[in-house]
């Protein structure tokens, strides 16, 4: 293809990210553009699977079956999202298997929060409330973001959230209404789980490599430090209204801007746990390995069987 043909392909795929035209798996797209959105896409997809792992883990020990009948059907949901971003991403020409690995090796990332511990069962309100909430913030936009499998896959994934959301401010609710070891309970893992929540937004903007090209690209459609703003302002009342305490002693409201002031995020211990350092980044991947390690059978009889299925397709055809 000559340099001309390339840049009158370029000018309509600008044209198009211009008028919010949804740009399709067999459409053309700049190299880089394909890329971005593997990166993303698989990011996105690894931080569903891996963050099932936190709360798996409290499964067996739900404090009644009402509460384990929802926390299965959340992690479940969660599994479910990864094969929809999974899918999505293997519409840019990248295999599930390439994907898959890359998560294991550690190649590829996953969202940082889900290398904290999940210590008491007020985690999984906080976690729901919290970080499923920063989901929220983030993911509504992605389902305007101008790659067409995507932005559909989210509309389904950002209703599922949304339970999500709730079943975690209902836990939280319900333990505040509780005895004053259920209230401390709640309010330490507030403590815990605020400040890496507000780091899931990402690096501020100034030192975000990719957010300048994702916006123009219309990927995203808000910056990191505004979705993390929109997350404080909605956030700090649901939690002021059941007498829980952020923990920040620089929060206030700040009525010229309409907006929270907060504190600063401690952006080395980001860095950290996005570099492999975090408390359980080590125990996270060991996880999915042997998952992946034990699972080898299941993936094995698929295969055969479907090799199986096949020649007897073929043969009952000539």
């Known amino acids: 293809m000559s340099e001309m043909e390339i840049k009158s392909l370029e000018e309509r795929f600008n044209q198009r990210i211009a008028n919010d035209e949804k740009i399709e798996a067999?459409?053309?797209m700049p190299e880089?553009?394909?890329?971005?959105?593997?990166r993303q896409i698989s990011q996105h997809a690894h931080s569903e699977i891996v963050g099932m792992l936190p709360e798996g883990n409290w499964i067996t020990r739900c404090p009644t079956l009402r509460r384990k009948v929802a926390l299965l059907a959340k992690v479940q949901d969660e599994g479910g999202h990864g094969l929809y971003l999974y899918s999505a991403a293997?519409?840019?020409?990248?295999?599930?298997?390439?994907?898959?690995?890359?998560?294991?090796?550690?190649?590829?990332k996953y969202s940082s929060i889900f290398n904290y511990p999940a210590l008491t069962w007020a985690d999984m309100g906080a976690i729901g409330w919290l970080v499923d909430g920063a989901a929220i913030m983030n993911q509504v936009a992605l389902i305007n973001t101008s790659y067409g499998p995507y932005s559909r896959a989210m509309i389904r994934i950002c209703k599922e959230e949304s339970f999500h959301q709730r079943q975690g401010y209902e836990i939280m609710m319900a333990l505040m209404n509780g005895t004053q070891e259920q209230r401390d309970m709640a309010q330490d893992a507030l403590n815990r789980w605020w400040w890496p929540?507000?780091?899931?937004?990402?690096p501020r903007d100034a030192e975000s490599p990719n957010t300048e090209q994702s916006m123009r690209w219309k990927l995203k459609r808000k910056t990191n430090d505004e979705l993390r703003q929109a997350f404080v302002d909605q956030t700090v009342p649901q939690a002021e209204l059941i007498g829980l305490r952020i923990p920040d002693d620089k929060l206030k409201w700040n009525e010229e801007r309409k907006h929270y002031d907060f504190g600063d995020i401690d952006w080395e211990e980001f860095w950290q746990v996005v570099n492999g350092h975090g408390p359980c980044n080590k125990q996270r991947l060991e996880a999915r390995r042997k998952a992946h390690e034990d699972?080898?059978?299941?993936?094995?009889?698929?295969?055969?069987?479907?090799?199986?299925h096949a020649n007897k397709t073929y043969r009952q055809a000539v």
Do not use: C, N, P
């Not at 880089?32 to 593997?38: E, S």
């Not at 840019?92 to 090796?105: A, F, H, P, T």
């Not at 929540?197 to 990402?202: K, Q």
């Open 26 to 28: 067999k459409d053309w």
């Open 32 to 38: 880089k553009y394909r890329k971005t959105h593997i």
């Open 197 to 202: 929540s507000l780091m899931m937004f990402g």
């Open 295 to 308: 699972g080898a059978w299941v993936r094995d009889a698929a295969m055969a069987y479907a090799e199986k």
């Open 90 to 108: 293997e519409t840019l020409g990248i295999s599930r298997e390439e994907l898959i690995d890359q998560l294991l090796s550690g190649e590829a």
